[in-house]
């Protein structure tokens, strides 16, 4: 594989054959051939995020294939749904740290988020 496009789902098994650390690098290169912009500290953040949501695609992770259908078919590009279930990754990530939650518990509450998330509830999310 040797490129990255959010609009267009990667083939799994190509996808999953990458070393996490190239997966990075793939999504960094586009975010930078697209030249969009974000402050330089949150580019490997922000393709971590993508890494996270498009690795759980590539497993056929059901809750995250449900939501990035149901979100696109409410209007949003892939690369927009794939942000939508990335700031739920980052929320649940923060609650890890911060709730000291089990693995079991921080997944449960996870999914739960991903099988509420619609467009309207993302955007809110981004305005607040």
């Excluded at 078919?73 to 990754?89: F, N, P, Y």
């Excluded at 740290?97 to 619609?118: C, F, G, H, I, M």
């Amino acid at each position: 594989m040797e490129r990255y496009d959010p609009e267009f789902a990667p083939v799994a098994e190509d996808w999953l054959d990458l070393d996490e650390e190239e997966r990075i690098l793939l999504v960094e290169a586009y975010h930078r051939d697209a030249r969009i912009s974000m402050p330089k500290g949150a580019r490997k953040l922000h393709a971590s995020m993508h890494v996270v949501v498009e690795n759980q695609l590539a497993d056929d992770d059901k809750p995250v294939v449900r939501a990035l259908g149901r979100l696109m078919k409410e209007g949003l590009t892939r690369h927009d749904a794939v942000h939508a279930i990335g700031s739920l990754v980052a929320e649940q990530i923060y609650d890890l740290l911060k709730q000291n939650d089990t693995p079991e518990t921080s997944r449960t509450r996870y999914y739960a988020a991903v099988e509420r998330l619609t467009v309207a509830t993302w955007r809110k999310s981004t305005d607040d």
